[in-house]
């Protein structure tokens, strides 16, 4: 079966609903961004990525990574390919798409790196690990760092020359990085000596670049415990002098998937390092990359179920098996309405996921360069709410829509010859990535929906249903998800007041409800750019059936979560009564 093929027709289908080239050039930094521009640029991203990047996915996850000790170093050897890929990727310019010009980048909007990104994990989610952390590391030090570490290490890291790790997690301190006990001390000379293990860290080690810049959290000496007395530090894997720094790479883990990622260990033995931004507000210096992280992320999971359907669709539409309903023959899986079903169901998640994820990706463009403060003001809001979103949906709906895909294939799906269960097994982490699924429920509701008694939430609800056109199915549909979630965040503004407890236990089913919300939203745009495409009738056909699929068994469980959430309403207010 051949691999992932990047599906560039519908992502231009889908830019075209959100009038993207005409959002770009109302930016000052973007006016030159037309369409042309847009489909020249994705064109050659999905060449690279269908001829360089996915031919190595199977090897990424059957060879892997490997570790071994040498000269009291560990060393990572990535899977055959990996290198020279890597190598090719910076050098034609990739993971510079967006940086700042200034720090050699193309300047590009952030939306066309992030659709370069849902590719590239699509292809082969190992091997996009690695430059994957790259944007944030690029941003948090643009934004951070002294004018002596953005000499010496930005423009490495905007170009991708060199890679980059994010160092937070510790053995005995998983999500709660205010448990962090790695120790950062002052010397005389104004560098740290940094002492301290690190789990968990994705390239932490590896062949694919010459340098690899450190990115760490901390505790100095005085700091006091807690999130607040963390700070960020920088410690190279070699220093300018050409001088490798205390920095070991012990072991790398053993993973249910991603085996093309070297998922490593790293203790620091006093090595030496630079302070990023101010002490104690380290953590202040990782958020300014948040919403990013975040989008890419569900980026990882868009493109992992759309690498999945692409494999079960393909398998199904070539193979037969018993016959299909009013069938005299053995049919097509694809012509079993089980399987239809299942097909239609991970195509509807997609195509609203990726409208959903490139709005938030623009967004991301309008918050930095408008020159409207409002309209940066309203951008800023909808990627406030709705990053944790999609972060927590789309991954969630990767591993479980990938799980369905398998299914497709009955018993084939199970052994490793059509590479399905691969899929599923890396799919797996990236509900973990970037703040667990369930800390991201909780960010959404008790951090931004509460404290404002839903005031910004209701503001972005206003503002989605202002182009919609109550005639149109589609649309009425969104309409009536979004006005019901308004009104039951009265209920659950009012409910929560009473019972502080309450929000934690509906947070989830929260979040859920407002993805559906919100895909039912996508939806109607997507049915309105057909509705105005001079290509209507061609277009049609490829859409119609995962719209009903959505309209049949996806938009059905916004009603069950909203009555999840309600019920527990109704039960804390019963019980504060009593």
């Not at 959002?23 to 050659?44: G, I, M, N």
């Not at 920095?247 to 998937?257: A, F, N, P, Q, T």
């Not at 294939?409 to 199970?414: P, Q, R, V």
Request: proline letters at 5%; glycine letters at 8%; a negative charge.
């Amino acid at each position: 079966m051949t691999g992932y093929q990047p599906e560039l027709d519908d992502t231009l289908s889908l830019l075209r609903a959100l009038q993207t080239p005409a959002q770009l050039q109302s930016l000052p930094a973007h006016a030159e961004v037309d369409d042309d521009l847009v489909q020249q640029v994705l064109t050659e991203a999905a060449k690279f990525v269908a001829e360089v990047v996915a031919p190595l996915n199977r090897d990424g996850d059957e060879i892997g990574c490997r570790h071994e000790i040498k000269d009291g170093f560990g060393h990572v050897t990535t899977p055959p390919g990996f290198k020279d890929a890597y190598q090719a990727f910076w050098q034609a310019g990739w993971p510079a798409l967006s940086a700042d010009p200034a720090h050699g980048g193309q300047g590009l909007p952030v939306v066309l790196e992030a659709i370069l990104y849902e590719m590239l994990s699509a292809a082969n989610h190992g091997w996009t690990m690695a430059p994957g952390l790259l944007h944030g590391a690029y941003e948090c030090l643009a934004h951070h760092g002294s004018d002596e570490l953005q000499a010496l290490y930005l423009s490495k890291i905007a170009t991708g020359e060199w890679l980059s790790t994010m160092c937070l997690t510790e053995p005995h301190a998983g999500s709660d990085l205010g448990l962090a006990r790695t120790k950062a001390v002052p010397q005389l000379d104004g560098s740290y000596q940094l002492s301290g293990t690190k789990i968990f860290i994705s390239g932490g080690e590896h062949d694919l670049s010459d340098n690899i810049v450190h990115l760490v959290l901390a505790r100095l000496p005085d700091a006091p415990p807690g999130p607040k007395g963390l700070s960020l530090f920088l410690v190279p894997k070699f220093y300018p002098d050409g001088t490798r720094s205390a920095v070991y790479c012990d072991r790398i883990e053993e993973k249910m998937g991603l085996h093309g990622s070297a998922t490593c260990v790293m203790r620091f033995d006093e090595a030496t390092s630079w302070i990023v931004g101010t002490p104690g507000r380290g953590l202040n210096a990782m958020f300014v990359m948040m919403n990013a992280a975040r989008l890419h992320v569900a980026l990882q999971g868009l493109g992992l179920l759309s690498a999945a359907w692409q494999k079960a669709d393909a398998y199904a539409k070539e193979r037969r098996q018993m016959r299909a309903p009013g069938a005299s023959q053995t049919s097509l899986i694809a012509d079993h309405p089980a399987m239809r079903r299942i097909l239609d169901t991970q195509r509807a998640w997609i195509d609203a996921g990726r409208l959903i994820a490139y709005r938030t990706a623009l967004e991301l463009d309008i918050a930095k360069h408008h020159a409207e403060p409002a309209r940066r003001e309203a951008a800023q809001r909808w990627c406030s709410l709705v990053t944790p979103v999609i972060k927590a949906a789309f991954t969630h709906q990767a591993f479980y829509g990938a799980s369905e895909c398998l299914q497709v294939f009955g018993g084939h799906g199970y052994v490793r010859e059509w590479g399905i269960e691969q899929i599923v097994r890396d799919a797996r982490v990236a509900m973990i990535y970037e703040g667990t699924n369930e800390i991201q429920a909780i960010d959404l509701l008790v951090r931004k929906v509460l404290p404002d008694g839903a005031a910004a939430l209701t503001t972005l609800l206003h503002e989605l249903r202002q182009d919609m056109d109550a005639s149109h199915a589609a649309d009425a549909q969104a309409l009536q998800l979004l006005t019901t979630l308004g009104e039951a965040n009265h209920e659950l503004v009012r409910a929560c007041a009473q019972d502080p407890a309450l929000a934690y236990w509906v947070a989830d089913d929260y979040l859920r409800a407002v993805a559906l919300a919100l895909l039912a939203w996508a939806w109607a745009r997507i049915d309105a750019g057909l509705r105005s495409s001079a290509n209507q009738e061609q277009l049609n056909p490829r859409w119609q059936a995962p719209a009903q699929a959505l309209r049949h068994w996806v938009l059905p469980e916004f009603d069950m979560r909203m009555n999840i959430v309600l019920q527990r309403c109704l039960n804390a207010s019963t019980t504060t009564s009593i």
